[in-house]
């Protein structure tokens, strides 16, 4: 079974502009969990959709949006980039009711 | 609100040495507890545990959970320098939480030869 895979892998952007990632889960998988991992806070929840709904929602701001198409797959998006927003971005994919299996990640610059 | 706590945050040691690695939680509702191994890329799996007292193996890893005392450890044993890595802990809350993993801080481990 193929892992779950995340594009871009790499995204260098400027503040203000917005951005999209892209999450595709472990086949079967219905579930999708982001998060954001940085130095100074560790990994941290964003959302988490199954069966294209979002069913948990972290504490970020509204800039931060996704949504979950009909096959699974997943998209994040970031509008009004800032600095802070320089992170590593995972998801994650379960079947919703074991654990949680993490993609390479995308990383991305805020210049 | 929930919490995870790692300790020590890092550690260096020899091969050959055993480490054990410290989680505790504050968590309502505790569903289960996760440790993932991060190097330079996404977590990978470790251990989920959910009951408490009953230890699981992996090769020189194990890990055990007390839910009475809200901790997990993670031991390695026999260290190798591929085991340096960070390690993350993780606990899964309440059932209306599915899909959310809190995270501690992670123990950076650095074996050295």
């Known amino acids: 079974k193929a892992g779950v895979t995340q594009t871009p892998r790499y995204l260098i952007k400027t503040r203000g502009q917005q951005v999209t990632l892209s999450c595709s889960p472990i086949?079967?998988?219905?579930?999708v969990s982001w998060y954001q991992q940085t130095p100074g806070q560790g990994l941290q929840f964003l959302f988490e959709y199954f069966s294209e709904t979002q069913r948990n929602k972290g504490n970020f701001p509204g800039r931060f949006s996704g949504r979950q198409f009909s096959n699974s797959r997943s998209e994040m998006n970031v509008s009004t980039l800032e600095l802070g927003d320089s992170a590593l971005y995972l998801c994650a994919s379960s079947s919703g009711t074991e654990t949680q299996y993490f993609g390479p990640g995308t990383r991305l610059l805020v210049l | 609100e929930d919490k995870v706590v790692q300790s020590p945050l890092s550690l260096v040691v020899h091969e050959g040495d055993t480490v054990t690695l410290n989680c505790s939680y504050e968590v309502t509702n505790f569903r289960s507890l996760l440790w993932y191994k991060q190097e330079k890329k996404a977590p990978t799996f470790l251990f989920m545990l959910?009951?408490?007292?009953i230890e699981k193996k992996s090769g020189r890893l194990s890990s055990i959970l007390d839910k009475k005392e809200l901790f997990s450890i993670l031991n390695i044993t026999a260290t190798q320098t591929g085991d340096s890595a960070v390690y993350l802990c993780a606990v899964e809350g309440r059932r209306s939480n599915t899909g959310k993993l809190i995270f501690g801080q992670g123990t950076t481990l650095q074996v050295k030869p």
């Open positions: 086949s079967g998988h219905r579930s």
């Open positions: 959910t009951s408490s007292g």
